[in-house]
């Protein structure tokens, strides 16, 4: 945004994150959907519990409950994340003000590419706002609690690729949170320059405006995902089913011609 000229590797890390947190969602929507054939019915059928029992035993009341709190436990912490991004952008966007105002008056100066925080924005939401919804099929269609761990710890890693303080390095190479709080520190001191960068800001639409729609959706997917997963059972796919049981059979026989 504001650093000299990445290096390819460095560019190449990023567009891949990007790639992978637009499309890897929409990927696990499209699988999804040909695993599941439908609604099979409304109500508390599904929640249930019998002694003894290898489909509605412990494992399956435990995967539920498991199910339901990592569903509210990430449109939650989304909503907070996207407000606290909320708050980040617009002191970004204050700054790349400056910075621009910099550049148009001494041509040594080059303008801060403010397209890139546009793209940060939108694929923070979008990822987001997906994950959470395919959380719900894909604990549905869960095998064990052991099923509902990964999966809720998959989409979170996918949601937090892009993250300065996360499993990649990209962005940590390149941004220097503490010299931007200082350069913002700085200008806060001037009220009067304060004043004038957030009349701007707040007459035009910046980035910071969509992390407000998106806190908006996730506060909504957070009433609504977890009411549809108790209350919408939805049916598994029966090739699916059948697909399953041929690999285990597979897999038995295999052990069985081992031993």
Same mark, same amino acid.
């Given at each position: 945004l504001?650093?000299?000229?990445?290096?390819?590797?460095?560019?190449?890390?990023?567009?891949?994150? #990007?790639i992978i947190q637009v499309v890897g969602p929409v990927i696990i929507v499209y699988?999804?959907? @040909?695993? +599941?054939? !439908?609604?099979?019915?409304?109500?508390?059928?599904?929640?249930?519990?019998?002694?003894?029992?290898?489909?509605?035993? #412990?494992?399956?009341?435990?995967?539920?409950?498991?199910?339901?709190?990592?569903?509210?436990? @990430?449109? +939650?912490? !989304?909503?907070?994340?996207?407000?606290?991004?909320?708050?980040?952008?617009?002191k970004i966007v204050e700054i790349c003000h400056i910075f621009r105002r910099a550049a148009e008056s001494n041509?040594?100066?080059?303008?801060?590419?403010?397209?890139?925080?546009?793209?940060?924005v939108i694929v923070n939401?979008?990822?987001l706002l997906l994950c959470g919804i395919c959380m719900w099929p894909l604990f549905v269609m869960s095998e064990g609690p052991k099923d509902v761990i990964f999966d809720a710890l998959g989409?979170?890693?996918?949601?937090?690729?892009?993250?300065?303080s996360g499993d990649f390095g990209f962005i940590d190479e390149k941004w220097d949170e503490d010299q931007f709080g200082d350069i913002y520190g700085?200008?806060?001191?001037?009220?009067?320059?304060?004043?004038?960068?957030?009349?701007?800001?707040?007459?035009?639409?910046?980035?910071?405006?969509?992390?407000?729609?998106?806190k908006g959706l996730a506060y909504f997917l957070l009433v609504v995902l977890p009411i549809a997963?108790?209350?919408?059972?939805?049916?598994?796919?029966?090739?699916?089913?059948?697909?399953r049981l041929t690999q285990d059979f597979a897999e038995l026989q295999a052990s069985n011609d081992a031993l």
């Open positions: 504001f650093q000299g000229r990445a290096s390819p590797l460095l560019l190449m890390g990023l567009y891949l994150i #990007v699988w999804v959907s @040909f695993r +599941l054939s !439908g609604i099979r019915s409304f109500g508390l059928d599904k929640w249930k519990y019998e002694y003894g029992s290898d489909e509605y035993g #412990v494992s399956f009341v435990a995967s539920r409950i498991l199910s339901l709190l990592f569903i509210a436990l @990430f449109m +939650l912490n !989304g909503a907070y994340v996207l407000q606290k991004s909320r708050t980040e952008t617009k041509t040594s100066y080059s303008p801060p590419n403010e397209a890139w925080l546009w793209v940060g939401v979008w990822c989409l979170c890693f996918l949601y937090n690729m892009d993250d300065i700085e200008l806060a001191q001037d009220q009067e320059l304060m004043t004038t960068f957030k009349q701007y800001r707040q007459s035009h639409f910046t980035p910071d405006n969509i992390y407000t729609v998106g997963f108790v209350f919408v059972e939805l049916e598994v796919s029966s090739t699916d089913g059948g697909r």
